[in-house]
């Protein structure tokens, strides 16, 4: 089993920046991919980033292009999502998640292991 641990969340004014972490652990070479999906109040989770094993292959949603940025540590076994100009729309509890897949996904029946959520919120 894979565990994923948050963090990073909290209250930000627009414009400003935050960096969310996640910690992997337990069989950490069991996964390839990783991602960070997000939920507002009364909308669908929906993906925000996502990076494959090597770290060479990202993908983001249009509305976060140019403002977020994915990356691994793979000492740490830790992702991270530096979100920068942020808006009041991305207030949301922001997902880590990873699988054993192979490749960017996108889709979240597509990943096996899931955080806890952390809260981000961004006022006007």
């Known amino acids: 089993q894979v565990q994923l641990v948050e963090s990073g969340g909290g209250l930000v004014q627009s414009g400003g920046s935050l960096r969310l972490s996640c910690a992997a652990s337990?069989?950490?070479?069991?996964?390839?991919?990783m991602g960070w999906f997000r939920q507002a109040p009364g909308k669908e989770r929906e993906v925000v980033a996502g990076i494959n094993r090597s770290g060479n292959t990202l993908s983001y949603e249009d509305s976060v292009t140019g403002r977020f940025t994915i990356s691994r540590e793979y000492a740490k076994n830790t992702v991270y999502l530096q979100m920068n100009r942020l808006k009041p729309e991305d207030t949301a509890v922001y997902y880590c998640?990873?699988?054993?897949?192979?490749?960017?996904?996108?889709?979240?029946?597509?990943?096996?292991?899931w955080g806890q959520g952390t809260q981000v919120t961004v006022s006007s």
């Open positions: 337990g069989l950490t070479n069991n996964i390839n991919s």
């Open positions: 998640t990873a699988t054993g897949r192979v490749g960017v996904r996108t889709h979240d029946d597509e990943y096996e292991y």
